[in-house]
């Protein structure tokens, strides 16, 4: 009985979906439940589809896009105070607490601008000695400008900068001539020193940097240094609905590349594309932001937390905590993908790419590896202090230096001495041995010399980068290892 009274109940649902022309099936997935008709979404189900499907594609595009909305932003930063076709900007006392910038550090004077090639070719005039990179707006090294990777080898010359697809003739004095694959160019320069002493020499010297248009190389205009010191900076990417705000600025000022098609599809389905408005509704903003505080939430993460393999990850075999921070190629390519992840964090946590951070040539360019955890294991945190033992005889042809960043701005620790490292510039005292014991915590510990300690502020997460400028062979091949951080009990 029971089983006819079944099969009639199925007779007549059957007979009644043949009836009406709709079968409805609904599966149960992480989103939710999704119901379909005949196999066609509902208009329920298709609108909750396309809010994750919009949702999830705007993640992954912020996790994609960091490189472009970093070094955008420090381009708007740039123009907002004055830099433009025959002006730079210069930390002619060196980088200050409230310049928030990725991972600068406080050991070299820094000089940096933006080109927009958009109004034509643009003359750098790079006097010798100094080092930096020139970058698209993707982050990626057009040319090394100074040292000894640069096309100039270290000995100054004149560079000539072209716009994407420019076709006109060149000038017919020597340039050294770089194409841009973007309208959007950022660069920066820096001056080598051995101490405190060199700085101002080191200024005057970057100073005879020029800059100008081609149009006016005839009689280029005076190059203008607007100087950083006393100043609040912020070069941080936007975060929010303003992280996709500006980015749809800067892919419209560019122009697309091939390498970038798949993802700029992504973008468009999101109402950003090069030569469009972008003109999103209520809907699209509330993804857009919601998508910000996840993806920024994931690059931290990834930054942080990086599942990349512990050969790959580890300065040094064992249980060291010392991590690389570049993985090999400055445009993270491998022979057969992009380095994704490895693209997010750099970008996430540091800033700007050049030949002459992964190339191992001893003496020669520089070397960073970073630390996140203490000996045992646990977060770097400001309330306690830290013990980092630096053997004598440390790898550095020119400088060395540990310098502490916060790990929210990722830009130098704010403290009452407003230096946030212990450094060979900085007069770090030695033990008898040669070695160096730098301190970081809340006090500075008894009987430490207040160069070798860096003051944090409790309940403040910070990590910290060795830094080693002209580094040598001990450094490639292991035989000098720096201790991890000991925690001072």
């Not at 700085?199 to 190059?223: D, F, G, M, N, W």
């Not at 502490?404 to 008898?432: F, W």
Request: net charge neutral.
């Amino acid at each position: 009985m029971r089983k006819k009274t079944i099969m009639t109940i199925a007779i007549c649902l059957l007979s009644t979906a043949a009836a009406t022309g709709w079968a409805e099936t609904t599966i149960k997935t992480r989103i939710g439940k999704l119901a379909f008709t005949s196999g066609y979404p509902t208009e329920k189900t298709a609108q909750q589809l396309y809010d994750e499907l919009d949702f999830q594609r705007a993640v992954q595009a912020y996790l994609w896009a960091l490189p472009m909305a970093s070094y955008g932003a420090m381009a708007d930063e740039h123009i907002r105070v004055g830099c433009g076709s025959s002006a730079v900007l210069i930390a002619d006392e060196l980088a200050e607490q409230q310049h928030l910038v990725l991972t600068a550090n406080q050991d070299t004077p820094y000089m940096s601008g933006v080109l927009d090639l958009r109004n034509g070719p643009m003359v750098m005039e790079v006097p010798a000695g100094l080092l930096g990179t020139l970058n698209n707006i993707w982050q990626q090294p057009l040319c090394d400008l100074g040292g000894p990777f640069s096309p100039e080898q270290n000995r100054g010359g004149r560079f000539l900068i072209l716009p994407p697809g420019y076709d006109e003739p060149l000038p017919a004095f020597h340039h050294h001539v770089v194409a841009s694959d973007s309208n959007i160019v950022v660069f920066y320069l820096r001056g080598i020193p051995m101490t405190r002493d060199d700085l101002p020499k080191l200024v005057e010297h970057i100073k005879t940097y020029r800059q100008y248009k081609l149009s006016e190389a005839k009689e280029p205009p005076p190059t203008k240094f607007i100087s950083l010191t006393g100043k609040e900076a912020n070069l941080l990417t936007h975060e929010g609905f303003e992280y996709f705000k500006r980015l749809a600025r800067y892919i419209d000022e560019n122009p697309p590349r091939s390498q970038d098609m798949a993802m700029l599809g992504m973008l468009e389905t999101l109402g950003i594309a090069h030569g469009r408005p972008f003109e999103p509704d209520a809907r699209m903003q509330n993804i857009l932001t919601q998508a910000a505080e996840v993806g920024r939430a994931m690059a931290k993460t990834l930054a942080w937390q990086p599942r990349i393999p512990e050969k790959v990850l580890y300065a040094y075999p064992g249980k060291r905590q010392w991590k690389n921070i570049f993985f090999g190629d400055p445009i993270f390519h491998t022979a057969d993908y992009m380095a994704i992840d490895q693209r997010s964090k750099y970008a996430f946590e540091a800033i700007g790419t050049a030949k002459s951070m992964v190339v191992a040539v001893p003496g020669l360019g520089s070397q960073y590896i970073g630390l996140y955890k203490d000996a045992d294991g646990k977060w770097l945190s400001g309330e306690h202090t830290y013990k980092i033992h630096l053997p004598k005889d440390v790898p550095a042809a020119w400088f060395w230096s540990l310098t502490a960043y916060d790990n929210e701005t990722r830009s130098l620790i704010q403290n009452d001495l407003g230096r946030p490292l212990v450094g060979s510039v900085h007069g770090a005292k030695a033990n008898d041995d040669g070695s160096f014991d730098a301190y970081f915590g809340p006090k500075l510990p008894d009987g430490v010399a207040e160069a070798n300690w860096v003051q944090t502020r409790p309940n403040a997460g910070c990590f910290i980068y060795l830094r080693l400028y002209g580094p040598e062979q001990s450094y490639f091949d292991k035989t000098w290892i720096p201790g991890d951080a000991e925690r001072v009990k």
